[in-house]
C-alpha cells in the first residue's frame, strides 16, 4: 500500500471504519498547490482504495467508479474518518465508502464504485 | 404530450434521480431546497431535463427556475 | 477554426499545478467542443507503481486537462486563472492495463456543459488507440 505511511497513517481500525491522520510532508503538495497544500482529489481515492484493501487483505483496483463526490476539501494535518462498505453484486466487488470529518462528521467525500482484486 | 403527462413524468424522473419522495415535488416547493442541490447536481438536473424533454435550460434563465411551477412551465413552453 | 486564430499558451499559464503533479504535456484546443491532451507516462511520476501509471493519475490527467480548457478560454479573455477542484466523477470505466512507464496516453475532451463556475467533462484516455479511462467529470473553478 504505496501511499500508507507517505500520503496518510492508519490511526484507529474498527471493522469497516478507519481513522486516518493526514499526513503533511507528501511531494504532492510542492506542485498542489505551492503555498496552498491541499490534497489532491484523485489521492483520496487511492486512499480509499488502499484502505479498503488493506481492511480486506488484499490488494485492489477500481474497475469503475459510478459515483465520487467531492463535497469539500480535504488538506494535510486533517484527521478523517473512513466509512467503507463492501458488496458483492453482479458488476463485482461494490464498495461504498464516505470520508468524514472527524470532529463534525460532516461529509468530504461519497464514492461507489465497483472493484477488483490484483493478481 | 399534455402538460398533466409532462409534470407527472417529470416528478417521476426528479423524485427517482435526486432520491426524493414524489410528495414533495409540489409546484410551489423551491427546487434547490426540496432536492437538496448544490452546484453539482444543479449540472445534473440541467443535463437531466435535457436528456428526457429535449429542452435546453440556459444558464441565463436558471436564475428564474427557482419553483417546480416555475419548471414545467419554462419547459412546456418550449417541447 | 484555423491554428493562427489559437495563441499558444505553456501549461504552466493555463493550469496551477506544477511538478510533481504537473500532469498534462501537451494540450490542442478544440473550441468549444473541447480539447486534446497528452501525457508521456514518465518512470518518477508520483502515480507510477510497478511500472504502470495508476488509474489515479490518469484521472488526474483528464481533470487538469478540463483545468487547461478552462484557463486557455479565461487566457484567451485576458482573464486570470483560478485554482480548480474536482466536484465529481461519475460513469467511470478502467480498462487494465494502464499504461506502462514510456508510453503517451492521449485523452480526448469534450464539453458537455457549463453552468456557473462547474463545467462538466467527459473524457476518454487511450494508449495506442486502446481506450484505458473514460468518465464524465465535473470541474469547480
Request: hydrophobic share 40%; aromatic share 6%; proline share 4%.
Amino acid at each position: 500500500m504505496k501511499e500508507n505511511g507517505r500520503l496518510y497513517e492508519i490511526a484507529e481500525a474498527n471493522g469497516q471504519t478507519m481513522r486516518v491522520k493526514m499526513l503533511t510532508s507528501h511531494p504532492v503538495y510542492e506542485g498542489h498547490f505551492p503555498g496552498n497544500p491541499i490534497t489532491p482529489g484523485v489521492m483520496s481515492l487511492r486512499m480509499i482504495r488502499e484502505c479498503a484493501g488493506t481492511m480486506l487483505g488484499k490488494e485492489l483496483r477500481y474497475a469503475a467508479v459510478k459515483s465520487c463526490r467531492f463535497l469539500s476539501l480535504i488538506k494535510p494535518g486533517e484527521t478523517l474518518d473512513i466509512e467503507m462498505e463492501t458488496i458483492a453484486d453482479e458488476q463485482g466487488l461494490r464498495l461504498k465508502a464516505k470520508i468524514k470529518d472527524c470532529n463534525d462528521g460532516s461529509a468530504k467525500m461519497n464514492l461507489d464504485a465497483t472493484m477488483e482484486v490484483m493478481q | 404530450m399534455n402538460k398533466d403527462e409532462m409534470i407527472k413524468k417529470m416528478v417521476s424522473i426528479l423524485a427517482s434521480e435526486f432520491e426524493v419522495e414524489e410528495e414533495v415535488i409540489v409546484p410551489e416547493a423551491n427546487i434547490k431546497e426540496t432536492m437538496h442541490l448544490d452546484s453539482l447536481s444543479l449540472v445534473d438536473m440541467v443535463g437531466l431535463v435535457e436528456e428526457e424533454f429535449g429542452v435546453e435550460i440556459k444558464t441565463a434563465d436558471l436564475p428564474t427556475i427557482k419553483t417546480f411551477a416555475d419548471l414545467y412551465d419554462y419547459v412546456y413552453s418550449r417541447q | 477554426m484555423s491554428t493562427a486564430d489559437n495563441k499558444e499558451f505553456a501549461i504552466e499559464e493555463l493550469i496551477p499545478q506544477r511538478p510533481p503533479i504537473k500532469m498534462v504535456e501537451t494540450f490542442d484546443y478544440r473550441g468549444d467542443e473541447g480539447c486534446h491532451t497528452s501525457i508521456a507516462v514518465a518512470a518518477d511520476n508520483i502515480f507510477v507503481d510497478d511500472g504502470a501509471l495508476a488509474c489515479e493519475g490518469i484521472l488526474e490527467h483528464i481533470a487538469q486537462s478540463a483545468a487547461s480548457y478552462v484557463g486557455y478560454r479565461r487566457k484567451m479573455k485576458g482573464e486570470e486563472v483560478s485554482l480548480g477542484y474536482i466536484g465529481d466523477i461519475k460513469q467511470c470505466q478502467m480498462s487494465y492495463p494502464m499504461p506502462q512507464v514510456g508510453e503517451r496516453v492521449e485523452t480526448t475532451m469534450a464539453v458537455v456543459s457549463e453552468i456557473g463556475n462547474i463545467t462538466m467533462i467527459k473524457a476518454e484516455s487511450q494508449v495506442e488507440g486502446r481506450q484505458v479511462v473514460c468518465c464524465t467529470m465535473k470541474l469547480a473553478t
